[in-house]
């Protein structure tokens, strides 16, 4: 299957600092990408889609200028947090859009904000 | 109500069980059908897919479709401890541009 890498795996970082997540696929090209949020124990929260050369499309709900979203390339996509704070604290995963429109997941970030 | 609701869970077995895993959804525009295994803070790994009504069989998994029923299914067979995860359906629309609906997931637990 194809392979979509996250970075960093985990973060720890102050509150009221900004944190960049990257999204890579490394052996296919995604025009698409998907940003979701995972609480413990509980399902994927879709974000928002990420479109290679355009604005990224948010969820309801999700304010688009505290998750910043760019995907400046076919194989890159950014998710930066801005001005974090606990209760951002959440897992992070992306996914990438193959020509099949099979989704490929990332294998998240974790974030902790103190 | 949901468009994708799934048997919740949790599910506890006994190594070498047949699993069964299962989904419902009310959106008839769904073609595309999949299903994903999530371990424990790692990132959903796709398990199989199909894009129309039928079984389709991978190893000791089958993936089923029944689009007249608006009801798909997982079976494990000989169930493994490493088969222990959370196992996610998801569907698409052909126009919804490969935005996926998810299940809220099925915990499965083998025990050896």
């Known amino acids: 299957g194809a392979v979509v890498s996250q970075h960093p795996s985990w973060v720890i970082c102050k509150s009221g600092t900004s944190v960049k997540i990257e999204c890579r696929s490394l052996d296919f090209q995604a025009t698409t990408m998907f940003w979701y949020r995972q609480f413990p124990k509980q399902s994927l929260m879709l974000m928002a889609t990420?479109?290679?050369?355009?604005?990224?499309?948010?969820e309801q709900g999700v304010e688009k200028d505290k998750f910043l979203i760019n995907h400046a390339s076919l194989t890159l996509s950014t998710l930066t947090v801005t001005s974090a704070h606990p209760e951002d604290s959440s897992f992070y995963i992306c996914s990438a859009l193959d020509t099949d429109s099979l989704q490929f997941f990332g294998p998240g970030t974790r974030l902790t904000v103190l | 109500q949901k468009e994708v609701e799934q048997d919740p869970g949790p599910l506890s077995v006994p190594e070498g069980a047949i699993v069964s895993l299962n989904c419902t959804y009310s959106?008839?525009?769904?073609?595309?059908f999949m299903w994903y295994r999530q371990y424990s803070r790692k990132g959903p790994e796709l398990l199989m897919y199909?894009?129309?009504?039928g079984n389709k069989e991978d190893g000791r998994f089958t993936a089923q479709v029944d689009k007249s029923s608006k009801y798909i299914s997982l079976f494990i067979r000989d169930s493994q401890p490493s088969d222990s995860a959370t196992y996610l359906c998801a569907m698409s629309a052909i126009t919804n541009a490969g935005k996926s609906t998810f299940g809220d997931g099925t915990t499965l637990t083998v025990k050896p």
């Open positions: 199909t894009y129309s009504s």
């Open positions: 990420s479109n290679e050369g355009s604005k990224a499309t948010y």
């Open positions: 959106n008839s525009a769904f073609q595309y």
